[in-house]
């Protein structure tokens, strides 16, 4: 295959799978660690036999997180349970190898702006952006008799 010449542009096939592209376009080609997953294909979904699934090691914070966090939601501990179950499973779907720390490695920081966003915004939601203009003191009456 012919070798790409320093900016000229490259044609890909539109037949080819995220592998071939790569190689196609040689090597990662600044792809973002894109991987055939995120490029539309189906996930691995194996975890590694060392690894204990991201479902077990989320599940008591997440508990303890509703507890701590909503306590006047009474959310129920099945439907707690259920919920970080799915997003340990999604998860481990996405990252089979890394698990919860490559999830957080790739996507850390935009977690962090989002919950720092919602505990800044969301006490405030509601309430007006400014505060209403101070009222003029009334002129002090005089009786002329000084």
């Not at 295959?1 to 190689?23: F, N, S, Y």
């Not at 966090?69 to 190898?97: C, Q, R, Y």
């Not at 720092?116 to 009786?143: F, I, N, W």
Request: charged residues 30%.
């Amino acid at each position: 295959m012919k070798q790409p010449i320093e900016g000229e542009a490259t044609r890909v096939p539109d037949d080819l799978d995220a592998v071939e592209v790569q190689k196609v376009l040689g090597g990662d080609a600044g792809l973002d660690g894109l991987n055939a997953e995120a490029m539309g294909g189906e996930p691995e979904g194996e975890l590694p036999p060392e690894r204990t699934p991201t479902r077990d090691q989320i599940r008591k914070p997440f508990l303890k997180g509703f507890k701590a966090f909503a306590p006047a939601w009474n959310a129920p501990e099945d439907e707690i349970t259920d919920f970080s179950d799915a997003l340990g499973d999604v998860v481990d779907k996405w990252f089979p190898d890394t698990g919860l720390p490559g999830f957080l490695d790739r996507w850390g920081a935009e977690l962090a702006l989002a919950w720092t966003g919602y505990c800044l915004l969301s006490p405030r939601v509601g309430m007006p952006l400014r505060h209403p203009p101070k009222p003029e003191p009334a002129p002090e009456k005089t009786d002329g008799a000084n």
